[in-house]
């Protein structure tokens, strides 16, 4: 969730021309609520790793709050759903388009 590169590396790209294609954008899943983190607890789901490596660290909870906060701001249904970035580009802010 260390975003430092991006930063400082956009304006650089900005002034290049150069477009950007950001790694892992949603954390590796990391980003949920604690209503999902809980269901996926008992549904006994662990996710691709196997281990109890899918748990959220403080920081990584403190971020997905935010991103709900947001979400609920502007009416998306998820936190890391789209919408939020269309909004984002809607008025004005940059946003970024990850590859699928």
């Known amino acids: 969730m260390d975003r430092s590169f991006e930063r400082d590396i956009i304006p650089m790209a900005r002034d290049e021309g150069m477009a950007l294609a950001p790694w892992n954008v949603l954390a590796g899943g990391k980003l949920r609520t604690d209503a999902e983190e809980e269901s996926r ?23 997905s709050k935010a991103l709900e906060k947001v979400a609920g701001e502007v009416g998306a249904k998820n936190i890391t759903s789209g919408k939020s970035a269309k909004s984002n580009a809607r008025n004005g802010k940059h946003a970024l388009t990850q590859f699928i």
């Open 41 to 63: 607890a008992q549904s006994g789901d662990i996710g691709r790793g196997g281990t109890e490596g899918w748990r959220r660290n403080e920081q990584q909870k403190k971020m």
